[in-house]
């Protein structure tokens, strides 16, 4: 395969996955909060064909009750293009139009419900709104701020080389748990969600500059020895123009690589912000917040469903991986 | 039943027997007053192993504060009268008898005599009188000491003879000979001269040496590993036996491991490392249930304790310049209507459900089910009524908007924050539940979680904070351990600590209802003035009481005498009964 093609199915299959979660109103059958009480850590609810009498449904059902009792509950058929909760498109348009559900009382949970009975797969849905958006930005912040600051230390050299390194060295090596605490603490205590998400943007994203720095500093070390740099200089090139034009292209490749690598790191990082009180609240979820419930060991034991959301982010970390691969191979294929 | 009890009657027979032959070999060396117990009777050696969440932080009994040092210390030491976990009653400890006079003022103890401390030095009542003037030097600090203060005046401590100690009360007190439960006797041998310079605080670190520690309890330390574990092993001169004359404990030797989360513990007790294990959540307790039979121990609901998990709103004085948006929320919380519906429109039921597993008890009083001897049975238990609560709000003066959420009088949302700690999942589950819950009402609520060191300094410092979840757990079934939670002036009255002035009307009745009990000797009488407290609390709800969860304990099949009670230590009070078969 080509790399051009390979790139085109990696974007392709993240298109997808962004698509479901960018319309998570439409695609979740419930809304992310709407607790079952009656139905805490129920499994997912099996869809039937067929019913105890052996009779074959064109349309698939649920059982009543939590949707597995088979004991003679009653029978709700799946509909497709539902009137729904009501939610938000992009939150902004409102709209009830949700793809599939069953009538009340019957119950869908495809992926099973969490403690307070929530549907998880809605949770899913929704929980990636914030948790990829934050990646996405916070990698493009750092990586941005990796290219600036590493392309100045390579290009320059000298003190200012000097000077961003040590910068770089400090910030990989403080201990910023720590600095979170602090953080936390001077923070007023409800945060609206909003100003948690820039929140989370920027610590995720100003604590990660300092690698791509590095990366992007080697690659316009040697960038700016190459014979048409050193010809452009010698037609009387201006620094920036050199800069612009012929050395940062040269870091391209490693920018978008480093992005796509970055977005399941920080998806991942998320779960130690929820942790210090930094990520966002319940009720909304959050990719971090459904991965952290993962760490008490009787959902590990007893309710194999609740690893569903991280089995679901495998094939989109894979897809991210695979871009970031594709994203290389093309960029060498094109300095070549 | 009657099998049961047919089964018993030939294991004390086959005791007897075995009895017969040990007694006269021990009469010749048991020179002092040994206290015979009566549980059934054990045979000695082996090492049990429990898990501790974190290290202790000291082994002086003077100074302990945390619930890890103390439960080490209450087997290292002894206290002269002693309160039976198990039945909640007071037992004779370091004092075998003790006579009360009809004011309540004047108790006199008869010490035990012949008996030594653990390294072998003879205990008398010099040691009494030492070990209390610590306890009540104001120098030191002891977070007992408030306790010796009866009436506003410290307790006064005589010696009459070697073996007889006087003590003198400026006030009856009701809880009377309870007040000697866990204040650990002291070697004045050993910590006089640490006393005289001054650096007693300094003394029995937890790296102390062993031949440095001696104390009355059933074990004596053997070794300190920083970050593993402490090791503990038996007193030879401990001073009970049982009947068949053998000087407990039975044990040789306890292991505390330092083990930090309960996760850990569950893990560390189902691969057989520890024997024992107390106080672990509902959901760990039905993981632990299922391999109950594959592994060999055995998993035990011991019903409500004595913990409650309440909410609560900032009652503080906050300035408006300080703190503005506190301020200006407390408008809402101090009227006891909107406080009245938030109480109302909890779902107290579900809270049982989702975060117990059925495994707790739901309150509307601060007095849990577990204690048998103080609960007012007249407090109402009016079911979750969204109807009540929006009835209350609207004669508050508080409306609801277009989009159904509510607003106060000058039309501004209501909408505050519930802060839990982090590391107390149960709290944290509360508060989300609590949040959907008032939602109903169109209140906007936000879960703020922190750690709880954070927690705590708000609450107590800054102030900053609009409502909590926390959980208080009474030391006793007496209410004389709540004092400081009723008290307007105490450390502990959580939504409004410290008062310098009763704030309200009714804190004022309680704080008088709480000092009329203290000194009420009457049962009947001092239980009403309780009751009188609880219904004003239950009217007026400075804490929402939510639920109260049961006491989940395991141990391995193999530890035999295992009696745990709903009081603290739960599992280890009886410790140097338990016997390894």
């Not at chain 1, 991280?310 to 294929?333: G, I, K, N, R, T």
């Not at chain 2, 021990?26 to 007053?33: H, P, T, V, Y």
Request: with cysteine.
């Amino acid at each position: 395969m080509t790399a051009r093609r390979k790139l085109q199915i990696a974007l392709l299959a993240l298109g997808c996955f962004h698509g479901f979660v960018l319309f998570a109103g439409f695609f979740a059958p419930y809304d992310f909060s709407a607790q079952n009480r009656e139905h805490p850590f129920a499994p997912p609810t099996r869809l039937h064909f067929v019913d105890a009498q052996r009779k074959f449904h064109l349309r698939p059902f649920v059982y009543g009750g939590a949707g597995n009792a088979s004991d003679g509950a009653g029978i709700y058929p799946m509909h497709f293009l539902v009137r729904g909760a009501p939610y938000q498109i992009i939150g902004f348009f409102p709209a009830r139009l949700r793809l599939f559900g069953v009538e009340e009382p019957g119950r869908v949970f495809l992926i099973g419900t969490d403690g307070y009975g929530r549907d998880q797969f809605s949770r899913f849905l929704y929980g990636g709104q914030i948790s990829l958006l934050a990646g996405l930005l916070a990698a493009i912040l750092s990586v941005s701020l990796g290219a600036v600051i590493g392309a100045l230390a390579g290009f320059y050299g000298g003190w200012v080389d000097e000077a961003l390194m040590r910068a770089v060295e400090f910030f990989l090596a403080s201990p910023w748990l720590y600095l979170l605490f602090a953080v936390r603490a001077a923070l007023p205590l409800h945060v609206a969600e909003w100003q948690i998400f820039i929140l989370l943007v920027s610590v995720l994203g100003l604590l990660g500059w300092a690698r791509p720095a590095r990366l992007v500093r080697g690659i316009v070390l040697s960038a700016k020895e190459r014979h048409f740099v050193i010809a452009a200089r010698g037609f009387g090139a201006t620094d920036t123009h050199i800069l612009l034009r012929h050395v940062l292209p040269q870091t391209y490749g490693v920018l978008l690589t480093q992005v796509a690598l970055l977005i399941p790191h920080y998806v991942l990082a998320e779960v130690t912000l929820s942790f210090l009180g930094l990520g966002v609240g319940e009720p909304v979820p959050s990719w971090g917040s459904l991965l952290s419930q993962l760490q008490q060991y009787f959902i590990l034991t007893s309710y194999w469903w609740m690893f569903m959301p991280a089995l679901l982010l495998v094939p989109l970390f894979l897809a991210y991986y695979a871009a970031a691969d594709a994203f290389q191979e093309h960029f060498q294929q094109v300095a070549l | 039943m009657t099998h049961l009890r047919r089964c018993f009657g030939a294991a004390s027979t086959a005791v007897l027997l075995c009895g017969f032959v040990v007694l006269p070999l021990r009469a010749a060396e048991s020179a002092g007053d040994w206290m015979v117990t009566d549980n059934p009777v054990g045979h000695t050696g082996g090492r049990l192993a429990v898990a501790l969440r974190s290290e202790p932080k000291t082994l002086n009994p003077v100074l302990a504060l945390d619930e890890t040092s103390r439960e080490v210390i209450h087997c290292l030491t002894a206290d002269l009268i002693h309160i039976n976990r198990g039945s909640q009653k007071t037992e004779p400890a370091l004092a075998k008898s003790w006579s009360v006079t009809r004011d309540g003022r004047q108790y006199t103890l008869q010490l035990r005599r012949g008996l030594r401390f653990s390294d072998g030095q003879p205990f008398d009542a010099d040691d009494v009188i030492f070990s209390f003037q610590v306890y009540l030097d104001e120098k030191i600090d002891s977070p007992q000491r408030d306790l010796l203060i009866v009436g506003g005046e410290p307790i006064v401590v005589q010696r009459l003879d070697s073996y007889t100690v006087r003590f003198q009360l400026a006030q009856p007190y009701a809880a009377a000979e309870r007040l000697f439960d866990s204040v650990a006797i002291l070697p004045r041998h050993l910590l006089e001269s640490a006393y005289r310079k001054s650096n007693f605080s300094d003394t029995w670190s937890i790296a102390t040496a062993a031949p440095q520690f001696a104390g009355l309890g059933p074990f004596r330390l053997k070794e300190y590993v920083p970050g593993q574990r402490i090791a503990l092993e038996r007193n030879p001169y401990y001073w009970k036996q049982d009947r068949n004359g053998v000087r407990l404990p039975y044990v040789d030797e306890i292991d505390f491991l330092f083990v930090p989360s309960e996760d850990a513990q569950v893990i560390r007790f189902q691969s057989g490392d520890t024997d024992i294990l107390s106080r672990f959540s509902a959901d760990n307790f039905a993981v632990l249930e299922k391999q109950e039979a594959a592994k060999g121990y055995r998993v035990r609901d011991l019903g409500p304790g004595m913990d409650y998990n309440f909410l609560f709103f900032n009652l503080n004085d906050v300035s408006a310049k300080d703190l503005p948006e506190v301020a200006r929320k407390q408008a809402w919380f101090q009227d006891v209507r909107f406080r009245q519906a938030v109480s109302a429109a909890v779902d107290r039921d579900g809270i049982i459900r989702l975060v117990y597993s059925g495994r707790a008890t739901p309150l509307w009083g601060h007095v849990t089910p577990g204690n048998k001897l103080w609960g007012d049975a007249q407090l109402p238990h009016p079911a979750k009524s969204l109807e009540r609560g929006r009835a209350l709000l609207k004669s508050a003066g508080f409306s609801w908007k277009a989009d159904g959420s509510l607003a106060d009088s000058r039309g501004s949302p209501v909408e505050f924050s519930i802060l839990t700690s982090s590391s107390n999942a149960q709290r944290t589950k509360m508060a989300t539940m609590i949040q959907h819950d008032l939602a109903q009402l169109g209140m906007k609520v936000h879960v703020v979680a922190l750690e709880f060191g954070a927690v705590v300094n708000r609450l107590m410092k800054t102030h900053d904070y609009e409502a909590c979840i926390m959980g208080l757990a009474s030391g006793d079934a007496d209410p004389t351990p709540e004092m400081n939670v009723w008290l307007s002036s105490g450390d502990t009255h959580l939504w409004h600590p410290k008062e310098s002035q009763p704030a309200t009307p009714w804190e004022a009745e309680i704080d008088g209802l709480m000092q009329r009990q203290l000194i009420t000797l009457d049962y009947a009488k001092r239980k009403r003035l309780y009751d009188q407290v609880q219904e004003i609390i239950a009217q007026n709800v400075p804490i929402i009481c939510l639920a109260s969860p049961n006491v989940l304990v395991a141990a391995k099949n193999r530890v035999a005498n295992f009696q745990p009670a709903i009081l603290d230590s739960y599992t280890l009070w009886n410790v140097e009964q338990l016997y390894l078969q």
